[in-house]
T-cell receptor
Framework: DAGVIQSPRHEVTEMGQEVTLRCKPISGHDYLFWYRQTMMRGLELLIYFNNNVPIDDSGMPEDRFSAKMPNASFSTLKIQPSEPRDSAVYFC?????????FGPGTRLTVL | TQLLEQSPQFLSIQEGENLTVYCNSSSVFSSLQWYRQEPGEGPVLLVTVVTGGEVKKLKRLTFQFGDARKDSSLHITAAQPGDTGLYLCAGARDSNYQLIWGAGTKLIIKP
């Protein structure tokens, strides 16, 4: 298995632009998590899905953030409009039992 | 509010020395995990401890879960440069295994 796949690996955009981050979880894993990591705030859970259904989005910072999981093999995290304070590394993870498997992350820079 | 406090936040030592990293909380966890994250990658699970007082060893790494299941420690014997990374603890508070993350300990082992 290739593990959790995220794209793009790096994204540089200008303030006000729409950003879409993509994730393909490990096949068979029924939980999917989106995290954001910064030096100041560490690793923060944004939202997680169980069997493609959003369970808890209380970590989503603002209405500018939205996430979807149209099927078991694909999820997106969208930021519209993006702001400089959204600059961070965004991780997707899927879970088997107690173990979370993380993707390599997307480093987002908003200028 | 940081429910899981990790200490120290940063540690830089020479190869061959021993070290201990701590993860403390006032809350009880059903299980606790330790992850290691290397630059440019996502966190990778090292160990899960479930029973109060449990000790697990992974080569030169020894993990202990406190008797009351509120705290944990990671001890590294004869640290090697390959141990360099960000060490994150994460606690689960219910049978759904949703994790609460510590802020991490950045460890640098100098040759």
């Amino acid at each position: 298995d290739a593990g959790v796949i995220q794209s793009p690996r790096h994204e540089v955009t200008e303030m006000g632009q729409e950003v879409t981050l993509r994730c393909k979880p490990i096949s068979g894993h029924d939980y999917l998590f989106w995290y954001r990591q910064t030096m100041m705030r560490g690793l923060e859970l944004l939202i997680y899905f169980n069997n493609n259904v959003p369970i808890d989005d209380s970590g989503m910072p603002e209405d500018r953030f939205s996430a979807k999981m149209p099927n078991a093999s694909f999820s997106t995290l969208k930021i519209q409009p993006s702001e400089p304070r959204d600059s961070a590394v965004y991780f997707c993870a899927s879970r088997e039992g107690r173990e979370q498997f993380f993707g390599p992350g997307t480093r987002l820079t908003v200028l | 509010t940081q429910l899981l406090e990790q200490s120290p936040q940063f540690l830089s030592i020479q190869e061959g020395e021993n070290l201990t990293v701590y993860c403390n909380s006032s809350s009880v966890f059903s299980s606790l995990q330790w992850y290691r994250q290397e630059p440019g990658e996502g966190p990778v699970l090292l160990v899960t401890v479930v029973t109060g007082g449990e000790v697990k060893k992974l080569k030169r790494l020894t993990f202990q879960f406190g008797d009351a299941r509120k705290d944990s420690s990671l001890h590294i014997t004869a640290a090697q440069p390959g141990d360099t990374g960000l060490y994150l603890c994460a606690g689960a508070r219910d049978s759904n295994y949703q994790l609460i993350w510590g802020a991490g300990t950045k460890l640098i082992i100098k040759p």
